[in-house]
Nanobody, 117 residues
Framework: QVQPAESGGGVVQAGDSLTLSCSVS?????????VAWYRQAPGKEREVIGT????????HYADSMRGRFTIYRNYHENRAWLHMNGQQPEDTAIYYC?????????WGQGTQVTVSS
């Protein structure tokens, strides 16, 4: 079973930047993997931030997220990253990494990001 594992969440001040990481617990990414970042704020639906292909690093962002987040991966460190620049209180949410492999989606447990004013 593929087990994504997020880390890097915490409490930050408004305007701060934060980078979250995603790894495969007890395993590695595979070339054909699609990695996606989502978030879910209290009382709101889960929303996609963007995706990246593991092998080529091709990125796609949701229209509402473009320009606010940067997704990248470090092939040698076997991690995918979500960089958040200038976070605002509205960005408070649980952030999830998921991995799609062979048309099956595997979800991480999420990492909490709280942005204080």
């Amino acid at each position: 079973q593929v087990q994504p594992a997020e880390s890097g969440g915490g409490v930050v001040q408004a305007g701060d930047s934060l980078t979250l990481s995603c790894s495969v617990s007890g395993g590695t990414f595979v070339g054909d993997d699609m990695v996606a970042w989502y978030r879910q704020a209290p009382g709101k639906e889960r929303e996609v931030i963007g995706t990246i292909t593991w092998d080529a690093g091709s990125r796609h962002y949701a229209d509402s997220m473009r320009g606010r987040f940067t997704i990248y991966r470090n092939y040698h460190e076997n991690r995918a990253w979500l960089h958040m620049n200038g976070q605002q209180p509205e960005d408070t949410a649980i952030y999830y990494c998921h991995i799609k492999r062979d048309s099956v989606v595997y979800w991480g447990q999420g990492t909490q990001v709280t942005v204080s004013s």
